[in-house]
């Protein structure tokens, strides 16, 4: 029988690497053996002239550092989305890191995979913050073509 994929998208947020980890807890443990998923990871690297934002004089020589310290945190994440998953002595898992808008490129796993589930965590912004930064999770819950999980992070009490 062929597993259904689940696409788990991962930036360098604890909001994602939470999200990963309940998803391991949930649908993977205790016998990621007998899980009716595939494990898929994609983690969206922003592109070095979208993360500055800089055109003109200067941004030749800002993007080459630029792109070095992206590609250092995908690296980094991957590397700890693989520490996760091994903790929870999940094996068979797809990494993926794919530079572009996380909207577009989880949307894109999603196809590709074609993935009945695709799982992304809530960064929690305010109404403001989201309105700037556009929210991945809202933008996958209308676009994607499958069933889309938003993991929220408890709050922490304040007392």
Known sequence: MDKSVMVVGIDDSDHSLYALEWTLKHFFSPA?????FKLVIVHAKPSATTAVGLTGPGAAEVLPYVE????????RV?????EIC??????????????????NAL?????????????VGSHGYGAIKRAVLGSVSDYCAHHAHCSVMIVKKPRKNTK
Do not use: T
């Open 86 to 103: 091994a903790a929870k002595s999940v094996k068979d898992v797809i990494m993926e890191a794919i530079e572009g808008d996380p909207r």
């Open 32 to 36: 990621p053996e007998k899980s009716p």
């Open 68 to 75: 070095r310290d992206l590609k250092i945190i995908a690296s």
């Open 78 to 82: 991957m590397e700890k989305s693989k």
């Open 107 to 119: 949307c894109d796993a999603v196809d590709k995979h074609n993935a009945s589930v695709l799982v």
